[in-house]
């Protein structure tokens, strides 16, 4: 299997892997050992409500005594800005990765018209380079460091998902269609070989075999950090001919829990190998599944639905959150890193800190979305932004008209009016500070020229003329 394979390392970076490399053999003097082995999943797309022991005994199996957190929620609703969130510890708007390429379309002819006119910088879709990642910290601390991503869209280079990894398995690459992806179009999945229906889209059972055949290649004498992304909550209809898809959202529910189930059977031989080691089990997103939504309906609002995640923790050094804290998803990497003994980066969701004097970390902890995925808005006069506490939410958009803001009561006659009122003005004032984030800048010596194998692929989206 062709993997990406980061090449050479400055000598810079070599000296900060050595004082890192230091940095954990004091930690082991003091007696509190790093792991040796890390594993972070992510089932994209994948409700809080549908991961349970009955949905995935599996998990809940190996995860007994962890922590399942009740308050998690993805830093954005739709799968590039959480993600690159996780790898970064940064909310959408410090990271910039937050933008579509294009409102996309089922029509191919439609899908390129709207890439064309789109015109979206480069720098509004991807994790900048040299930017502190997971995977680069872990690396720099003598870490092998693997991702193996089933989303068939945001695994290519363009997007920068794999800053930091030694090897980035980007499955949908050996999984496209004879006629290439240009003739499909980004979006469109499917092809047709002799009358017989295929997808591109990986499902669990190929990226578990794509993840043994990674762990095979793994040198056993050195620390591990795995990342898996696993498609099929989000892509469920996607693995069935156009055909059949109507009659699958109907009952989308059912057909979502068996997507957890497929996930589920697959991850016994994957956990066992990481039985000493710190495991996270997560969703980068969730989905409207209802009267609501259309069923899948995710990138289009910050309700719960569409936010609201699993998050377990075993092994995990959590630093006083309970199972009923808010979370999201940028707590990761400063978790991770401390528990691993390396230095967490300014500027990466540092648990020592609230979000820029923020009550995050205070009486009042939250969690915070953002949302503008439309490439029409200007990121300047349009967003959605939500901060969610225990107790209820607040959900703020800021258009070109001015602002609109409103309060969600989590649970209703709980809480008197005076109570209320208080709640609702300290979120308000946990989602000041939040809206007022601006980007950080990388620390890197690296360029940000791209090869002629990346512009092409950059001109197939329509990015560059």
Not at 122 to 133: F, H, K, S, W
Not at 174 to 198: E, I, K, M, N, Q
Not at 246 to 265: C, G, Q, W
Request: charged residues 20%; proline residues 9%; hydrophobic residues 40%.
């Amino acid at each position: 299997m062709a993997v990406r394979t980061r090449n050479g390392i400055p000598a810079r970076a070599w000296l900060c892997g050595l004082a890192a490399g230091l940095f954990c053999l004091a930690g082991w003097a003091r007696g509190g050992e790093p792991p040796r082995r890390i594993l972070v999943v992510v089932m994209d797309g994948a409700r809080f409500d549908v991961c349970t022991p009955r949905t995935m005994p599996n998990l809940h199996r190996f995860m007994s005594g962890a922590t399942v957190f009740r308050r998690a929620y993805s830093p954005s609703s739709w799968t590039l800005p959480s993600h690159a969130s996780l790898f970064t510890g940064l909310y959408p708007q410090e990271h910039g990765a937050f933008r579509l390429p294009y409102q996309p379309s089922t029509d191919t002819e439609v899908d390129t018209r709207r890439r064309q006119a789109g015109k979206i910088p480069v720098a509004d879709v991807a994790i900048p380079r040299g930017l502190p990642t997971l995977a680069g910290e872990l690396s720099q601390a003598g870490y092998q460091t693997v991702g193996v991503f089933g989303n068939p869209c945001y695994g290519y280079p363009v997007f920068n998902l794999g800053e930091g990894f030694d090897r980035w398995i980007n499955l949908v690459e050996h999984r496209l269609s004879p006629t290439g992806a240009d003739a499909r179009g980004f979006y469109a999945f499917d092809y047709t070989v002799d009358g017989t229906f295929y997808t591109v889209i990986p499902d669990a059972q190929d990226v578990a075999g794509a993840v043994l055949e990674a762990l095979d290649a793994i040198d056993p004498n050195r620390p591990l950090f795995l990342f898996i992304n696993f498609e099929d909550p989000i892509a469920t209809p996607l693995y069935h001919p156009p055909a059949a898809r109507p009659a699958i959202l109907k009952n989308y529910r059912r057909y979502l829990v068996e997507s957890m189930r497929r996930i589920d059977e697959q991850l016994p031989r994957i956990l066992e190998f990481f039985a000493e080691g710190v495991v996270i089990v997560t969703a980068d997103h969730g989905q409207g599944v209802g009267r609501q939504f259309p069923a899948t309906f995710h990138g289009s609002s910050l309700d719960p639905a569409q936010t609201h995640i699993p998050l377990l923790c075993r092994n995990l050094p959590l630093r006083g959150l309970t199972p009923d804290t808010p979370i999201d998803l940028t707590r990761i990497m400063p978790l991770v890193l401390e528990a691993a003994g390396v230095p967490v980066p300014s500027r990466s969701g540092s648990t020592d800190a609230g979000l820029r004097g923020g009550p995050r970390d205070g009486p009042c902890p939250c969690a915070f979305s953002h949302l503008d995925s439309n490439p029409a808005h200007d990121i300047g006069r349009f967003a959605r932004f939500a901060v969610y506490a225990r107790d209820g939410q607040v959900l703020l958009d800021r258009t070109g008209g001015g602002l609109s803001i409103r309060f969600v009561q989590q649970q209703a006659g709980r809480k008197s009016a005076s109570e209320l009122l208080s709640l609702e003005q300290a979120l308000q004032g946990a989602l000041l500070p939040f809206t007022q984030l601006e980007r950080v800048t990388p620390r890197t010596d690296r360029t940000g020229v791209l090869d002629e194998t990346n512009l092409e692929y950059l001109r197939q989206l329509g990015y560059v003329e």
